[in-house]
């Protein structure tokens, strides 16, 4: 099993549309996790960290689910500016040291008008 | 205030010569990072520096790849012997390395390699 996994897409909907990505982990010791975005030929940014409650910026809203090891993206009121590619992240180390992070090969979503 | 720093931003050498990549972390960041990015694939992690502790090299693809960070700020990335397969984005990243879990890393704009 792969220790980050993601479905690569591409999502292609509208403008306004709600879409959800998924992400999947292998290392149940994993302690951070986060969504990156990466525009294309761009380096990644971070977009939200990921909280074992959950936790929602403006239209994004990230969810953690510990027992089943998956991570999940929800976007609502898509814009055209969302188009991008979304890295689904993970710590490897545990304990207090986040350490070296692991890159899911991303999800790409393409907004049209 | 400035953000991490690469270069040069493009690379093109040819097979079997050596290459040195540049980062200059975040003023301030102990923590910092290398990764590449092969076209279409996911971000590979190769080596990890946090502060005067022996670095995490566990992600080093060959005994070609070496890197030093001198000071605790520059970052060198070394590659001897390029094969055609080293051609990626060579991407950095740090972070202040508070301690806490979620803490973000910070992207450099990365190093377009291309080996001929």
Redesign the interface.
């Known amino acids: 099993r792969k220790e980050?996994e993601q479905d690569p897409g591409p999502f292609n909907v509208p403008e306004g549309a709600t879409v959800a990505f998924n992400c999947t982990y292998s290392n149940s010791a994993s302690?951070?996790f986060?969504w990156y975005r990466q525009d294309c030929r761009?380096?990644?940014?971070?977009l939200m960290?990921v909280?074992s409650s959950g936790n929602e910026d403006g239209r994004f809203t990230a969810q953690l689910n510990r027992a089943s090891q998956y991570i999940s993206l929800l976007i609502r009121d898509s814009k055209l500016s969302d188009s991008a590619t979304y890295?689904c992240v993970v710590?490897?180390n545990y304990g207090?040291?986040?350490?070296?992070?692991?890159?899911?090969?991303?999800t790409k979503l393409s907004v049209k008008p | 205030g400035a953000g991490v720093s690469q270069s040069p931003s493009n690379k093109v050498t040819e097979k079997g010569k050596d290459v040195e990549l540049r980062c200059d972390p975040i003023s301030g960041h102990t923590a910092l990072y290398w990764y590449r990015q092969s076209l279409g694939q996911g971000l590979e992690f190769l080596i990890y520096f946090q502060g005067n502790s022996a670095p995490d090299k566990s992600g080093l693809p060959s005994d070609r790849f070496s890197a030093e960070r001198t000071g605790g700020s520059v970052s060198t990335l070394t590659i001897q012997r390029t094969q055609q397969e080293d051609s990626a984005v060579y991407l950095c990243a740090s972070s202040l390395n508070s301690g806490q879990i979620q803490e973000t890393q910070y992207f450099g704009p990365g190093t377009r390699l291309l080996v001929l």
């Open positions: 980050v302690q951070s986060f761009k380096e990644p940014k971070l960290s909280y890295l710590n490897r207090g040291s986040q350490g070296n992070l692991i890159f899911g090969k991303g």
